[in-house]
């Protein structure tokens, strides 16, 4: 091999280490960017309101993320006034609470699957009430406290269940 | 001792890796570095020059597809499936357009092998805009907003977004050829570097003459993610959420006193063509001068959902409606297609269309200018693919169809971008991703006819025609014996 050929190939060497080096470190970048973008879970600051991003909650998937009470969804969503029940917070305290606000509560032993009232489920070892909204398709709609709007193939069983029936929303 | 060009890619490493560095430069160039473009396919063309097989040829082709391919890793968001699919067709591309440029380079006469890596990337691209899902890449995309290359952009209103393309893969073959080349290949590719500037120069002195009758217009942006969307078909109080974000942001526009007031793709979920409730709260009042663009879902009496932009004006009055002809295959299955394309009358004002993919498509906004669109629409969501590069490509393939017609266009993105593009390429004001806003802004409504839209894709009957050109066999009859000629 003469010195030329020997010194170009060292120059060929050299700018194909730098390629490699250069390569992976934008596929590393790339990765890396990728993975960043792809699993984003930013909040989003909306005109009224935090949106954050839908995760598996305690009971199944939270599509409507909102770390409210039930009374922060009774009271924003539904209008319902007088500032909450009284502590400790039992079925009675919440009934009182919605009756003073002139909505009908009723305790009942199950739900029926082809009754549609809105209700709170007092789940045990919960300090407050879920709201059971509805039903979409198979699944149960219901709000968690602390946690948001979640969807469910099942319900966690409610030692008492407040129905609710005169409670309404508009569907936009 | 210098670099001896004309050497890079005789081991089969460098010729792979030569391979991969083509792969990684067109995905740069696609996801942020645009002026790539020029030279992204430069190492490509030096492997394949030095390819012994047709097999390497083929695998080396079909690698820069591949690689390249993964960068528009934001189609994930639909399914990891779709980018693997989508980067084994791109390679499927590459691999014709290594197979070809192995069989046709130096098969004919200099000038014509110094063309062939423009004339095949154009074909590739071309290709890319044929059939059900016209995918975003291309080198015209990428150099949209790249500031510097305008005046080349601006002759995508003579060529088309395909003539910029051919126009950006050029640059790359001229430079391959001044390397390795034979005298007459470096003659012509120093001819064809000066004509490239010349056309240039043209470009930038060529833009678009001023004046048109102006139209103010304010996009509504409302910034939310798809979650949103998908929590709102099972949660009443989500939808309301959305309505009123809509409701606020679209009051606020009529109050500027806009001609036009512009929702995005299907911006609202729920009957509002029909619901008595939600006209009142969301379409111009009476007396007003406005106009709603309104992207909905529109059911007839059939039952069947079309993907629509509908005019209400003041008070309510209904008016035409044009539904989305190009649906995104699987993903928009749940809606039927629109039958035809044509623009959207509001008084005097002819407005053009284009809902999210179809700006994508060169001829949709072509054919909606022909038939006298004075503005483009863009009405897109592109909140799917959340902050990925596709987002911000789909954007700059809406400066090419601005640049193309000759329009001034409004891009209405639902999460964002929203931005409004002069019939130069150039911007006028830009709403950014997840920030809901209105973008209030005055365009000029237009009546000239560019080249691109009274001709077409005509560059591409030229680039086939050099393509056959290529084929005729001029000089030696395999690429390695021509190689090693030289």
Redesign the interface.
């Known amino acids: 091999m003469t010195d030329?050929e020997s010194?170009?190939r060292s120059?060929?060497q050299q700018?194909?280490t730098w390629?490699?080096i250069?390569?992976v470190s934008?596929?590393g970048y790339?990765a890396s960017r990728?993975y960043t973008?792809?699993t984003?879970r930013t909040s989003?600051?909306?005109?009224?309101?935090v949106?954050d991003?839908?995760f598996q909650g305690s009971y199944g998937s939270v599509?409507?993320p909102r770390p409210w009470t039930t009374v922060d969804i009774l009271t924003k969503?539904f209008g319902v006034r007088g500032g909450g029940p009284q502590l400790p917070s039992t079925p009675k305290a919440w009934c009182d609470w919605l009756s003073a606000a002139q909505i009908a509560c009723r305790v009942v032993d199950q739900a029926s699957e082809a009754d549609n009232a809105l209700r709170l489920r007092f789940v045990p070892g919960q300090s407050e009430p879920h709201l059971w909204?509805?039903r979409?398709g198979l699944?149960h709609?219901f709000f968690v406290p602390g946690e948001g709007?979640t969807?469910s193939a099942g319900l966690p069983p409610a030692a008492t269940i407040l129905r609710l029936p005169e409670l309404r929303?508009?569907?936009? | 001792?210098r670099?001896?060009w004309a050497?890079?890619g005789q081991t089969r490493?460098?010729r792979w890796?030569?391979s991969?560095?083509s792969g990684?430069l067109n995905?740069?160039a696609f996801?942020d570095f645009g002026i790539l473009s020029l030279i992204a396919n430069v190492p490509l063309l030096f492997a394949l020059y030095r390819s012994p097989s047709a097999t390497e040829t083929a695998g080396l082709g079909g690698l820069v597809g591949l690689l390249a391919g993964?960068?528009i890793?934001?189609i994930?968001?639909y399914g990891w499936f779709l980018l693997l699919a989508f980067g084994l067709y791109t390679a499927s591309q590459m691999v014709v357009y290594a197979l070809l440029f192995r069989y046709l380079w130096g098969r004919g006469q200099a000038w014509l092998d110094v063309l062939l890596p423009a004339n095949l990337w154009a074909l590739s691209e071309w290709i890319r805009t044929v059939g059900p899902v016209c995918m975003p890449a291309s080198y015209v995309g990428n150099i949209a907003d790249v500031g510097v290359l305008n005046p080349w952009l601006r002759l995508a209103a003579f060529a088309g977004g395909l003539g910029v393309s051919w126009l950006m893969a050029l640059v790359g073959g001229l430079f391959f050829h001044w390397a390795v080349g034979q005298s007459q290949h470096r003659r012509w590719a120093i001819r064809f570097a000066l004509g490239w500037l010349i056309v240039g120069v043209l470009g930038g002195l060529n833009g678009p003459t001023p004046g048109g009758q102006p139209v103010k217009v304010a996009a509504v942006q409302?910034?939310?993610?798809n979650?949103?969307y998908?929590?709102a078909?099972?949660?009443?109080?989500?939808?309301?959420?959305i309505?009123?974000?809509f409701e606020?942001?679209t009051k606020r526009a009529y109050a500027h006193d806009v001609d036009l007031v512009l929702w995005p793709e299907t911006a609202?979920r729920?009957p509002v063509l029909t619901?008595e409730n939600?006209g009142h709260r969301l379409f111009p009042p009476a007396g007003s001068r406005s106009h709603l663009l309104a992207g909905v879902i529109e059911t007839d009496r059939e039952g069947r959902r079309y993907n629509a932009v509908a005019v209400v004006g003041p008070g309510g009055r209904r008016g035409d409606v044009y539904r989305k002809t190009r649906l995104v295959p699987g993903i928009e299955s749940h809606f039927t297609a629109g039958e035809t394309i044509h623009p959207l009358t509001v008084g005097q004002l002819k407005i053009g269309v284009l809902i999210c993919l179809e700006s994508v498509y060169p001829d949709a906004a072509r054919r909606l200018v022909a038939q006298g669109a004075n503005v483009l629409m863009v009405a897109s969501n592109d909140a799917g693919f959340?902050?990925?590069p596709i987002t911000h490509h789909m954007l700059n393939r809406a400066v090419v169809r601005a640049v193309e017609t000759g329009r001034g266009l409004i891009r209405v993105g639902q999460a964002g971008v929203t931005r409004l593009i002069r019939p130069d390429g150039t911007i006028d004001g830009t709403l950014e991703l997840?920030v809901?806003d209105i973008l209030v802004d005055t365009m000029q409504a237009r009546t000239q006819l560019t080249t691109y839209v009274r001709w077409g894709n005509w560059w591409l009957y030229i680039v086939l025609m050099l393509v056959s050109l290529s084929a005729f066999p001029r000089r030696s009859p395999s690429i390695n014996a021509r190689v090693n000629e030289m």
């Open positions: 030329d010194q170009r120059i060929f700018w194909t390629a490699v250069a390569i934008w596929f790339l990728a973008e792809l984003d989003i600051q909306g005109l009224f309101r949106y991003r839908p599509v409507d969503r909204l509805g979409f699944n709609v709007v969807l929303e508009a569907p936009w | 001792m670099l001896e050497k890079i490493n460098q890796c030569l991969v560095l990684l995905g740069a996801i993964f960068h890793y934001g994930a968001h409302a910034g939310l993610a979650a949103m998908a929590a078909e099972a949660d009443s109080g989500a939808q309301r959420d309505v009123k974000v606020s942001l609202i729920a619901d939600l959340g902050r990925s997840f809901p």
